[in-house]
């Protein structure tokens, strides 16, 4: 799957840094870097175009113009993913995907301010009206398969999204365990890594999770999200929480623990 970039809010830089999985892209661990992410891979030859937009402060507060600030070419790719753009700018994308024949558009929102609900219906539907696959996960983390293929396709050929982990436990503590889809920030792997590394025990995970996602440096904003009645930062957190309860659960590691995650995550046996 090729993919086209649209950002402007400085913190998009990372999901694009976590796609790409550059050397050093994640120095959370240092001095206790052990490689966890090389089975990770890269993305570098999937993204064909990474298009800025000028900061906020350089545009008008209202743009009546959009197609003026966008690129007016665009490679044949097949997925847009936009991030962190001006409201207006936003409007601006449907057409331009229509035009180039993408199949599917992502757009995350970190911050409630970033898309207005309204916004998002009203861009959602003009996609629809070009048979245009859309998902906006509030946030980032949250996206999931839907059924819509190239969403779908998206989920399957990044690896990122709401995470994936296995884990391997022993003694009741955390000896093992690797990421299989990663949050778009790469929180998860930090959260695994630091799980492992001080061989942390399952009665104290719900305080040691939510310790190593406040240590990672989260994308997701602290505003409450209209649309959420939460902040994004604190249903990240609760993502993760639920990916590793969910993952515990699945290792049938301990018979009295995983009962109780099993009523927790909602997952059949």
């Known amino acids: 799957m090729k993919l086209y970039v649209f950002f402007q809010d400085p913190v998009a830089e990372q999901f694009v840094g976590n796609i790409l999985n550059y050397n050093k892209f994640c120095t959370s661990c240092d001095p206790y870097c052990d490689d966890c992410r090389l089975d990770f891979g890269t993305h ?11 900061p906020l402060e350089d545009l ?42 993408v199949k599917g558009v992502i757009v995350p929102v970190e911050n409630g301010k970033w898309v207005p609900f309204g916004l998002q219906k009203q861009v959602e ?7 245009i696959q859309s998902a ?20 399957d050929c990044f690896k990122i999204g709401k995470p994936i982990v296995e884990l391997d436990i022993r003694n009741n503590k955390f000896k093992g365990g690797r990421v299989i889809h990663a949050s778009p920030c790469g929180c998860m792997f930090y959260v695994v890594r630091q799980l492992i590394r001080f061989s942390e025990p399952l009665e104290k995970m719900e305080e040691k999770i939510s310790k190593y996602h406040h240590s ?23 993502i993760h929480r639920y990916v590793i309860y ?24």
């Open 125 to 131: 539907a003009e996609l629809i009206e070009y048979n």
């Open 216 to 238: 990672y440096p989260c994308n997701a904003s602290m505003n409450i999200d209209p649309v959420l009645k939460d902040t994004t930062l604190h249903i990240g957190g609760y």
């Open 44 to 54: 570098a030859n999937d993204i064909l175009g990474v298009h800025q937009f000028p």
């Open 60 to 101: 008008p507060d209202m743009i009546e113009e959009p197609e003026k600030y966008l690129p007016s070419n665009i490679p044949e790719v097949d997925m847009f993913l936009v991030l962190g753009i001006h409201p207006d700018l936003l409007t601006g994308i449907p057409p331009l995907a229509q035009e180039f024949g």
């Open 246 to 269: 969910d993952a515990v659960w699945r290792s049938k590691s301990n018979k009295k623990l995983t009962n109780i995650l099993k009523n927790v995550c909602s997952v059949s046996a």
């Open 136 to 155: 906006f996960p509030r946030p980032f983390c949250s996206l999931d398969k839907t059924g819509q293929r190239y969403i779908d396709e998206f989920i």
